[in-house]
């Protein structure tokens, strides 16, 4: 055999053949799907630019429509604030000087009214401080009066005093008279009752002498009866006497008082009238400074309205300009805006033509949405496994779970786009760590329905907790010999 390189077998050149014609025709495909993507990308940059355009036009021409409307209103207000000004102080004057005839008639009138008020009540006033010195000095009469009428009820309060002692006195002495005369009969009638048993011892002899005594006892006792009877109801009669004149006595005693008593509330009345009178005049006199006080705060709220309406006059002024210079601030924003749009358009535009993709970040609501969408738990970790399209991704989410294709709860396994949407999948064994892993099938990306530079925000990436990169050599060894 003769010495030289070794040629392959014609079956590996056939296989290198066929994996050379499909890399080749993956990269026609992938070309073709990028050129139409940018196609489609311009088209929708074109269409957001031109509504752009148009919302621009629109919006300046609502700004100049704006602005010239408010330019006629700001001439027409105006116009008219000329005319309210020139109408509104002729008005004011003419209001004015009516009001001040109308003030100085109704104040001389009143003033009048209040000089015959002050004279009447001057009058009244000197009638009644001659009225209440009659009255304070009939008051005083009565004081007098009343001390006297007091000094003769307390002598006469002495005098019922001295006779109730007199009284008690005697009442004392009766009693003690009659205690005399019981003690008198008792000693009497045990006399008798010694006697009567030796009456007893001598009845015999002694009888006709004993009834001649018993006789003499019974006369000598209704003597006794009849005298204490009499000195009794002597007794009753004068104590009645007595009983009747310190009635009389008290009862006039009484009428004094209860006349002093009416006399004194007669003169508590005239003080209290007096006191109500100095009390209305001195009402009287708070309410005409009232009523001066409430004509000088008319005048002077008068004099605030008069400011208060040439302040809202300046102050329509001032919102006009506001409003004009408002009006030029959001024509100026919304052509700045246009130019920076229009800037964008053309830098988006370069870059497009240069192949270089826009930077996209994803928004608040966008990533709340990712979450929801994958049913994120802060308390566990996420792994999001992705790749190019057809590179084992399931398969390998399918090892990590130590399940096989063909057992319940796997992942589909296919060549090529198997996986349309994000798919989450729990780890189903029970021992620690794998309870806390969620494993999540992210859909390849290069295709028709997945663009490649649009895979990450697209498929809500920037959630996750880890991201685990599948990469096939064999399928990207023509893209990397590129």
């Known amino acids: 055999m003769t010495g030289g390189p070794c040629e392959p077998p014609d079956h590996e050149n056939q ?9 080749e025709e993956q990269e026609r495909l992938n070309t073709l799907q990028e050129v139409q993507l940018r196609l489609r990308e311009q088209e929708r940059l074109n269409r957001e630019a031109e509504a752009r355009l148009n919302e621009i036009e629109r ?9 010239k409307e408010d330019e006629e209103k700001r001439k027409e207000v105006e116009r008219l604030n000329r005319e309210v000004e020139a109408r509104r102080k002729e008005d004011e004057k003419r209001k004015e000087v009516e009001r001040l005839n109308r003030e100085v008639e109704a104040r001389r009138k009143e003033d009048e009214k209040k000089r015959k008020e002050v004279e009447r009540l001057h009058r009244e006033v000197e009638a009644r401080r001659k009225e209440d010195e009659e009255k304070r000095k009939e008051v005083e009469r009565l004081h007098r009066e009343v001390e006297a009428r007091r000094k003769e009820d307390e002598e006469k309060r002495k005098e019922v005093e001295r006779l109730n002692r007199e009284v008690e006195a005697r009442r004392k002495e009766d009693k003690e008279r009659r205690k005399q005369d019981e003690e008198r009969r008792q000693k009497e009638d045990e006399g008798r ?8 011892v001598r009845h015999q002899r002694e009888e006709k002498k004993r009834r001649k005594e018993e006789a003499e006892a019974k006369r000598r006792r209704e003597e006794e009866e009849t ?6 109801e002597e007794e009753a009669r004068r104590k009645a006497v007595q009983e009747a004149r310190m009635l009389a006595t008290l009862k006039n005693l009484e009428e004094q008082a209860n006349d002093a008593r009416r006399r004194e509330t007669e003169a508590i009345e005239a003080r209290k009238r007096e006191e109500q009178f100095r009390k209305d005049m001195q009402e009287r006199q708070r309410q005409s400074d009232e009523e001066r006080a409430a004509f000088q705060r008319q005048l002077e709220e008068q004099a605030i309205e008069a400011k208060r309406r040439e302040e809202e006059v300046a102050e329509a002024k001032l919102r006009e300009e506001w409003s004009r210079r408002e009006a030029e601030e959001q024509r100026r924003q919304a052509e700045e805006e246009r130019i920076e749009f229009e800037h964008r358009l053309e830098e988006s535009e370069e870059k497009l033509s240069k192949g270089i993709r826009p930077v996209v970040w994803p928004t ?6 990712a979450k929801a969408k994958v049913q994120y738990d802060p308390e566990r970790l996420h792994f999001a496994v992705c790749g190019s399209s057809g590179s084992g991704k399931s398969s390998l989410i399918n090892s990590f779970r130590g399940l096989k294709k063909s057992d319940l709860g796997a992942a589909d396994v296919g060549n090529v786009e198997t996986t349309l949407e994000v798919t989450r999948y729990a780890d189903p064994r029970t021992e620690l760590p794998y309870p806390r892993f969620v494993w999540c099938d992210i859909p390849g990306a290069g295709t028709l329905k997945i663009p490649a530079w649009q895979y990450f925000n697209e498929q809500g990436l920037f959630i996750f907790d880890f991201i685990v990169l599948v990469y096939d050599l064999v399928r990207d060894h023509h893209a990397f010999c590129c």
Do not use: F, G
């Open 59 to 67: 919006l300046n021409r609502e700004v100049e429509a704006k602005r």
């Open 193 to 200: 009752r010694k006697r009567d048993e030796e009456e007893k």
């Open 15 to 23: 296989t290198l053949q066929e994996i050379q014609r499909r890399l």
């Open 227 to 232: 005298r204490r009877r009499k000195e009794e």
């Open 364 to 369: 608040k609501e966008e990533v709340a949405a």
